[in-house]
């Protein structure tokens, strides 16, 4: 009876689904700080995320992800999202590493054209989303407080969810994006809640004698 019980109730397919909404409820508490003004995106940065997540979500797809892609169609929506919204509100800039993510990112899809090979696409995607995220790595571990807890909590539980629509342990195609996310994630989150800001220099009141 299993085989005739539709999509959406089956396990991973359900799995998948909840990882990719709350994947894409993380991308919120973000897209508020930026209509209230708190926060100020760097337009090229999100452009890269946009492109890198096109490419990995194109490759996975392709290298036989089905229950597990709608994680990574949330990381194709969410930075898109930003970045239309840098337009107005964002600052410009090209970082060494933005045009590093860009060529990797190229590069992946050159090199999936060229050999056919969903499989080199995916790394050489991940390789240039992994690069991306190495700074905000490094922010969440010297400046934990300029990153959001409750975005980056929810991008890891939705890692976490994702992990339990894998219906095919054996396939690194399918298992190396959820994995991947996972411990970017799982890294950030854990740095935020057990690193601590650090402490203002004290600066004594005018009054102070």
Do not use: Q
């Not at 300029?146 to 219906?167: F, V, Y």
């Amino acid at each position: 009876m299993i085989k005739y019980m539709p999509e959406i109730f089956r396990m991973t397919a359900a799995a998948g689904w909840l990882a990719g909404v709350l994947g894409l409820a993380g991308f919120i508490p973000y897209i508020i700080s930026i209509i209230r003004k708190e926060t100020t995106p760097n337009r090229a940065t999100w452009l890269i995320w946009t492109l890198v997540g096109v490419m990995l979500g194109g490759s996975y797809y392709a290298g036989g992800a089905t229950d597990t892609i709608w994680v990574a169609v949330s990381y194709v929506a969410g930075p898109f999202i930003i970045f239309i919204l840098s337009i107005r509100r964002g600052e410009g800039g090209w970082t060494g590493i933005d045009k590093a993510c860009l060529f990797t990112a190229a590069a992946s899809a050159f090199f999936w054209w060229f050999t056919g090979s969903a499989l080199i696409g995916l790394c050489l995607s991940l390789l240039a989303d992994v690069m991306g995220a190495a700074p905000t790595v490094v922010k969440a571990f010297r400046r934990p407080e300029g990153e959001d807890k409750l975005s980056w909590t929810l991008w890891a539980l939705s890692g976490l969810i994702n992990l339990a629509a894998i219906d095919d342990w054996a396939a690194f195609s399918i298992v190396a994006y959820p994995a991947y996310m996972l411990i970017c994630a799982g890294t950030v989150t854990a740095l935020l809640y057990l690193r601590h800001p650090a402490p203002r220099p004290y600066r004594p009141d005018a009054s102070e004698p």
